[in-house]
DNA sequence: TCTGGGATTGCGAACGGTTTTCAGTATGAT
DNA sequence: ATCATACTGAAAACCGTTCGCAATCCCAGA
């Protein structure tokens, strides 16, 4: 069965081989932010024949033809998404390392306009926020030193 | 003569070492936002006996006291700054690489609101604004790809 | 369907920024 | 001044990522 993601790259005019299709298919399936490596890791699961080098250079290739995203959540490492049409930033629970997505067009508002004001015109920008939940925090539980 | 950091070092009681005092200077006299490689440039031409290593282990040791504050501006290298009250962000002039800092509360405001209304309080948070000059972009000057 | 040749792959080595190890040295409390 | 302790330089290790190369695969064209 062909993933929505294997769709966008035929269309594209990429050369589907054995592990794009299953480089798609693991990202078409996912609703997290993998790394590469957990990438990796359920591709292998799909079709053992898969290095990691041919994963680092396929999300290459879709990070570069726009199906896929890069996001930086500030560990070490790139993390990827399906591209979507709808643009959002994250913010991640220091506690648990869960990410919440969320989107406000005020803030990119805003944030056009501070450019703007400086006589700049964006071509990118990044934002993560990063929290512990209200309740948590009123319980006064412990903040185990995190570099966030 | 002591330097701004090097007071600041002292009354958080770090050992003050030949090196720690060289660095301390060399980011007191700085007032842009230099990667550790250029603080050691900088560092050895005051005293040539100072290695990258202390310099990398300074910085650390700098953070942690909150004498100092990493910025990470999306090239693969770590960036300093003298820790300062009033908090600001970046945006980054693709071009030229130029860096101009911006503070904004009703920004700050509305991340807040934004955390809050998920149910999270903020411990931490990133912004970076990635542009180019407005007359420029309406010169119509062609934009070399950067992945910013 | 078969084929040729350029694109892609797996492997391991290389890379760039950063941290660590370890033996020698400097610091500052006494 | 002494001495335990913390710090330093140099080199090796580390970690995520990219690269070089020979072997293999894909697919447009026959
Ligand atoms: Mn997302
Ligand atoms: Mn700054
Ligand atoms: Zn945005
Ligand atoms: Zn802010």
């Given at each position: 069965m062909t993933s929505r993601l294997e769709a966008l790259c035929m269309e594209k005019g990429l050369k589907m081989t054995g592990q794009r299709r299953v480089i798609s298919q693991v990202l078409s399936e996912a609703d997290d932010h993998p790394d590469v490596e957990e990438v990796h890791r359920r591709a292998v699961q799909i079709d053992?024949?898969?290095s990691i080098a041919t994963v680092y250079r396929t999300m290459r290739l879709l990070e570069d033809a726009q199906v896929i995203e890069r996001v930086d959540l500030g560990d070490g490492r790139a993390r990827y998404e399906e591209a979507t049409a709808d643009h959002h930033h994250h913010l991640i629970d220091?506690?648990?390392?869960r990410i919440i997505e969320f989107a406000s067009p005020e803030l990119e508002a805003m944030k056009e306009r501070i450019a703007h004001e400086l006589g700049y015109k964006i071509v990118g920008h990044r934002l993560e926020i990063y929290g512990v939940p209200l309740d948590d925090a009123a319980d006064g539980i412990r903040d185990e030193e995190e570099r966030p």
């Open positions: 053992p024949r898969i220091t506690r648990t390392g």
